[in-house]
């Protein structure tokens, strides 16, 4: 069966600092990838999605970036945390990619202060 | 604007009673429904899909769709505190994206 697995599962980290946060998938080749993001008293916010190695699209413009670098490694990343940046990061993946059949990873809770 | 939008709640319900949730979406386009739980703290699990218009029955759980109004329903028979949870609805159309909705919060009193 397919296993998705996050880390790390909470930080703090300081306005102005790089972020990188990794999700694998056990189980499954090819898998469709998604970054989505839960902030407080807001609905869960697709950042990207990826049907491939190196193949990434951006849904919401803003200072993070997404990589692809191998079939089953999905990275969320920044180069300069804003306050705004701070939620629960959830990596998801999908049989297909117009599915809305996701299987979320554990999360990655982010406070920036 | 594509929404998705749910009572916040909380809904509080007495143990072995029927829970009914409601979800309205904005997107006429919408395609395909979920429903997902997310307890404190942990992430979503997909717990009903529904496509066509009717209801549509998994254990305890029936999903209902009308199109023509809009509207999802979830009904949670002989509720137990187990059930207790965020229930998130979500909304799919021809892209990639689903729209979710902040979500209900459930409580099962004992």
């Known amino acids: 069966s397919q296993t998705i697995h996050q880390w790390p599962a909470t930080l703090v980290q300081p306005v102005g600092s790089p972020l990188s946060l990794e999700c694998t998938v056990e189980g499954t080749s090819n898998p469709n990838l998604y970054w989505y993001r839960q902030a407080a008293g807001r609905g869960l916010q697709l950042l990207f999605y990826?049907?491939?190695?190196?193949?990434i699209s951006s849904e919401v413009p803003q200072n993070l970036s997404a990589s692809r670098p191998q079939d089953r490694q999905f990275i969320l990343s920044s180069k300069k945390l804003l306050l705004s940046d701070s939620g629960f990061y959830l990596c998801?993946?999908?049989?297909?990619?117009?599915?809305?059949?996701?299987?979320f990873g554990e999360g990655s809770r982010l406070t920036v202060l | 604007q594509k929404e998705v939008e749910q009572n916040s709640g909380p809904l509080s319900v007495p143990e072995g009673a029927i829970a009914s949730l409601n979800c309205t979406y904005s997107?006429?386009?919408?395609?395909?429904f979920f429903w997902y739980r997310q307890y404190s703290g942990k992430s979503p699990e997909l717990i009903m899909s529904?496509?066509?218009?009717g209801d549509k029955e998994d254990g305890r759980f029936t999903a209902q769709l009308n199109k023509a109004s809009q509207y999802v329903s979830l009904l949670i028979r002989d509720s137990q505190p187990s059930d207790s949870a965020t229930y998130l609805c979500?909304?799919?159309?021809?892209?990639?994206?689903?729209?979710f909705g902040k979500g209900t919060s459930l409580l099962v009193t004992p």
């Open positions: 990826s049907v491939g190695i190196g193949q």
């Open positions: 529904i496509y066509s218009n």
């Open positions: 998801a993946y999908a049989w297909a990619l117009n599915t809305g059949e996701l299987f």
């Open positions: 997107d006429r386009g919408s395609q395909s």
């Open positions: 979500a909304a799919r159309n021809s892209g990639y994206a689903l729209n």
